[in-house]
């Protein structure tokens, strides 16, 4: 049972354009929300997180928004760049929960020149 | 910090062979965390830690996979026999008590033959 769902396994975008991936959860007690970039040999690393008491959280060209009713969260990448072209993960958790992330399947993101 | 470090980066075995999977987390992190990453179900968590003891095993596929914390420094995840199933990409996390976000080491690469 998938907690957490990326439906889209992979993007293309042009370099300068917006990127937006989509992220779907389905229980109700994730509270923490977080997206990892991981690049090919790499291990993933931290990119963005949210907590269920905002609904957008803005870190340079990086931005997440959360809709809670709709249990859906986005990243947004403006302006997109060649080096942006990664695998992205949605991860979430409870604080409840010492910490334990449940991650989505993943996008791949190719920013195209 | 040199950050989670893992050994070794490439595994090739056998069918029935054993494999032993090392993990050193980061110094003062007391939450580590055994990942498996496949194509299908993109990153699965195997089993957590915190302060060395196991506190969910539930992800652990079958009795042929174990894993150990005999200090706060140190973790193993070992599969005894290997089958060519289980060949993926195994990461380690860890992460401290006061933030949620986990920092993973850079895999080890898993071939079952």
């Known amino acids: 049972d998938q907690q957490v769902k990326q439906n889209s396994p992979s993007l293309s975008v042009q370099e300068g354009r917006i990127s937006i991936l989509n992220c779907d959860y389905t229980?109700?007690?994730?509270?923490?929300f977080l997206w990892y970039k991981k690049y090919p040999a790499e291990g993933p690393t931290f990119l963005i997180s949210?907590?269920?008491?905002?609904d957008k959280n803005e870190d340079g060209r990086f931005t997440v928004f959360l809709n809670k009713s709709a249990k859906h969260l986005s990243l947004h990448i403006v302006p997109s760049q060649p080096g942006d072209s990664a695998v992205y993960f949605c991860?979430?958790?409870?604080?409840?929960?010492?910490?334990?992330?449940?991650f989505g399947t993943g996008t791949r993101l190719q920013v195209t020149l | 910090d040199a950050g989670v470090i893992q050994s070794p980066r490439h595994e090739v075995t056998e069918m029935g062979q054993e494999v032993t999977l090392r993990c050193k987390p980061i110094s003062g992190h007391n939450s580590l965390f055994w990942y498996r990453q496949t194509m299908m179900r993109g990153l699965e968590l195997l089993i957590y830690f915190n302060n060395n003891v196991p506190i969910d095993d539930s992800g652990m596929p079958e009795d042929r996979f174990s894993a150990k914390m005999p200090n706060a420094s140190f973790s193993t995840l070992k599969i005894q026999p290997s089958e060519p199933r289980d060949s993926a990409v195994y990461f380690c996390a860890s992460n401290g008590q006061l933030n949620t976000e986990a920092f993973f080491g850079q895999g080890t690469r898993l071939t079952v033959v």
């Open positions: 991860a979430a958790s409870s604080l409840r929960g010492a910490s334990k992330l449940t």
């Open positions: 229980n109700s007690m994730f509270d923490y």
């Open positions: 949210i907590s269920s008491i905002k």
